[in-house]
Each structure stands twice: as structure tokens, then as C-alpha cells.
């Protein structure tokens, strides 16, 4: 199988190097993923401004993280676990707190719906368990949550989808193993 290897600066275009000089800025280093999706400059410009897109939902930041970690975990994505554990720390979540989302529960009952409902999409490649979807709804949230969920699984399984195919070094601590 053909290695994919996460490219230097000037392996990629003007653009990508360009969206690398922000990212760098925003985030003080530009992390491998990011560099590696950095080979297709439409792919790296679409992916931010889609993810920076969701950070006006109907989710915050703190839970947006939560989902990120039960998708990347259905995904069995150790990249994106690893990045998103550290950033649900610098979040103020605790360890317990992160395994339990991975898991898709919460302290937060309604919040706990939204987590279930993003795991079963992602499981069941977006035909979720009715029932899961009805507590959803059940719980406060509206058809644009609904959206804005899916898009930001779909942020996520992109990221999870670039991982699988390249198994580029993971640049963040490990996230721990579930038990």
C-alpha cells in the first residue's frame, strides 16, 4: 500500500501553504492532519470554512467537542481522539467526562440526546434508530440542531476518513483507552 506522508511547506500550493500560514497562527503549529489535507487546498479552504461554520450552531463549543469525540470514536480515528481529547480538556472537561461522551452519555440529560443521536448516525451511516432521533426532539432540540448535528459529523467523519487513508503520525498526547 502506497504511504501517505504528511508533506512539507513547499510540497503543497500557494493556497494550502497560505492556509497554513493561518492555521499556524490560529493554532500555533499547523497539526498533520490539517497539513496532510493541506495536499488538496480545496479540500483543507472547504473543511475549515465548513467547521468554522458550525461554530455559530445550535451546539457550543463544549459540545461540539463532545460530538467530535463519539464520532471519532465510532470511527476508531486515534488522530482525531487524541487531538479532541486534549482540546475537551482545554475546554475545562474532565477525563471521566471525556470517556463518557466517547461513550455518548453526558451529565447533561439533554445534551446526552444529542450524543446518542450523533453516535447512531455515525454507526448506522446516517440512518439513525428512530427512537434515538425522537428523544432528540423530545429533548428541546429543533430541526436545525438536526442540521447543524450532521454537519458537524460530517466535519468529523471527513477528518475520521483522511485518518483511516493515511495513518499519518498522531501529533497530540494519545487519548486513553476505553475500558
Known amino acids: 500500500m502506497k504511504a501517505i506522508n504528511v508533506p512539507a511547506k513547499e510540497q503543497v500550493s500557494e493556497q494550502s501553504q497560505q492556509l497554513f500560514e493561518a492555521i499556524s497562527k490560529k493554532m500555533g503549529k499547523v497539526p498533520n492532519l490539517y497539513a496532510t489535507i493541506g495536499y488538496s487546498a480545496n479540500a483543507l479552504k472547504g473543511i475549515l470554512e465548513f467547521e468554522e ?4 450552531s445550535a451546539f457550543t463549543a463544549k459540545e461540539r467537542e463532545g460530538i467530535n469525540l463519539v464520532v471519532s470514536q465510532v470511527n476508531s480515528c486515534d488522530y482525531c481522539l487524541a487531538a479532541h481529547t486534549m482540546l475537551a480538556g482545554l475546554k475545562g472537561f474532565k477525563a471521566d467526562e471525556v470517556i463518557a461522551m466517547r461513550k455518548g452519555f453526558s451529565s447533561d440529560a439533554k445534551f446526552e440526546t444529542a450524543l446518542q443521536l450523533a453516535k447512531s ?20 432540540y429543533t430541526e436545525a440542531a438536526l442540521i447543524d448535528l450532521i454537519g458537524i459529523i460530517t466535519v468529523r467523519t471527513f477528518t475520521n476518513y483522511v485518518y483511516a487513508q493515511t495513518e499519518i503520525p498522531v501529533d497530540f498526547p494519545a487519548a486513553p483507552a476505553l475500558n
Open 53 to 56: 461554520a458550525f461554530s455559530h
Open 121 to 140: 448516525i455515525a454507526e448506522n451511516k446516517g440512518a439513525a434508530n428512530a427512537d434515538v432521533k425522537d428523544a432528540f426532539f423530545a429533548a428541546g
